[in-house]
């Protein structure tokens, strides 16, 4: 999804995550829906990467086991996976949280903030949703789209 900063990407996604709930309308799903990918805000600070990769395995009822195995070779903070998170950088904590997501087979992914990759896209302006089958029709779009100055 394409569209100017404050168009309402993120806030679209938090609605679909669940974490957010819409205004007007409604979010309609019939499969498993990741958190945002990427996102420690449910981490704890006090606990180990370990322990936060467990609690969030058993929360989605995933082999504990598994995930942590999965995780701790996918984040790459070495001993400080057995550390508390407020030791990790952010980009130590970007990781753990990148690969906790990863490691739980969801239907959809969110991802917010990354480059254009993919085979659909939709592009948001001035409230209206607009997708297209051809990413490159929805990049064109969201190019034109920030040439013009802001509307209302």
């Not at 130590?92 to 990759?117: C, H, N, P, Q």
């Not at 302006?125 to 802001?150: C, V």
Request: hydrophobic content about 40%.
């Amino acid at each position: 999804m394409l569209g100017r900063n404050g168009a309402g990407k993120s806030s679209l996604l938090r609605m679909v995550a669940g974490t957010m709930e819409p205004t007007s309308g409604r979010i309609v799903s019939n499969g498993t829906i990741s958190w945002p990918v990427g996102f420690a805000g449910s981490f704890h600070n006090e606990l180990t990467g370990a322990q936060n990769v467990r609690f969030v395995a058993r929360i989605y009822g995933v082999d504990t086991g598994d995930l942590v195995d999965f995780v701790q070779g996918f984040a790459e903070v070495g001993q400080h996976f057995h550390l508390p998170l407020k030791s990790y950088s952010s980009g130590m904590k970007s990781r753990l949280a990148f690969g906790t997501s990863m490691g739980i087979a969801f239907d959809t992914y969110l991802i917010d903030e990354v480059t254009a990759v993919g085979d659909a896209g939709a592009v948001l302006e001035r409230g209206t949703l607009t997708y297209y089958d051809d990413l490159e029709e929805a990049i064109d779009h969201h190019e034109r789209n920030m040439a013009a100055p802001p509307g209302p």
